[in-house]
């Protein structure tokens, strides 16, 4: 145990998790070693606190989230509150790739710091509840996760806003498939929700997100479909960000003039759109031109 403290010192909860944990090095005699680690009364707590979040990270990438709320149950009593927190999320995440909203809900019932506002807010959403999904969202704003994190929260809450009904459980649901990597399922959800939603009203916005997924499944003719239909409701915030996508999906295919046109129209009758300097670089990229800085 004396030979793990230090290899434990050397090496960051991060680096040994990202080993490959079917090998010799990273397995199951090594997991045992964490477990008592993390169990060790003698131990420096922050080896303690490295050596929970490892093994707990690890059991839920497994997908082994009910193992992991047990070890977590098993030696929370050994953390900070800002630790014991962070794992509760760490486990939460995990119910919710599983589709188990209700327990993932439990164990953040009581987190009120950003990253737990944000958490909440994606499990209220997933459920269907846009009125909270929106108020949880704006409590975490800018802060909490990274900044991937914070940019998918601002595109979510650009969705959300502009619909009227309280609840969507079809919504919830195609989200919920999307985060769990069930594009095919997400997409029919949520194109039969943007289908019952005016252009103003989220359809628009919704359509946009379907074609975005589509085109990041491979499915090109489909994504170009999704992205004519954001286009055609001519919202002032939606339209424009279609036609961007439109054009650089025609430029990609090699239909050049068909994406010369589309930026065209998007530079003339959207110009106090944000996204028109990066329409006019992209435009000249597909009139063959440097582009624009």
Known sequence: LVIFFFFFKQKTAYEIYQC????????????????????????????????????????????????????????????????????????????????????????????????????????????????????????AGPYAGTREEAVARTVLLALLQPIEADTLAALGEGLLMLHRGDTATAVALLAGVAEDLPDAGGGAELYLLIGKIAVASGDISQGEEWFHRAAIGGTPATAPAAELELGRLLLSLGRRQEAVDILEHLILSYGESALVPQARRLLDQARGGVPRI
């Open 20 to 139: 490959d944990w079917s090998s010799d090095v990273c397995s199951s005699d090594l997991r045992r070693m964490l477990a008592r680690l993390a169990g060790d009364p003698r131990a420096p707590a922050d080896l303690v606190a490295g050596a929970t979040a490892t093994l707990i990270g690890v059991l839920v990438a497994e997908g082994s989230v009910e193992d992991a709320e047990r070890r977590l149950e098993q030696f929370e009593g050994g953390l900070s509150g800002e630790e014991r927190l962070a794992l509760h999320r760490t486990v939460a995440w995990g119910w919710v790739r599983q589709g188990n909203l209700g327990r993932a809900g439990l164990l953040v019932a009581s987190d009120s710091t950003v990253d737990g506002l944000a958490l909440t807010g994606y499990i209220a959403l997933y459920s269907g509840d846009v009125t909270s999904a929106i108020d949880r969202f704006q409590g």
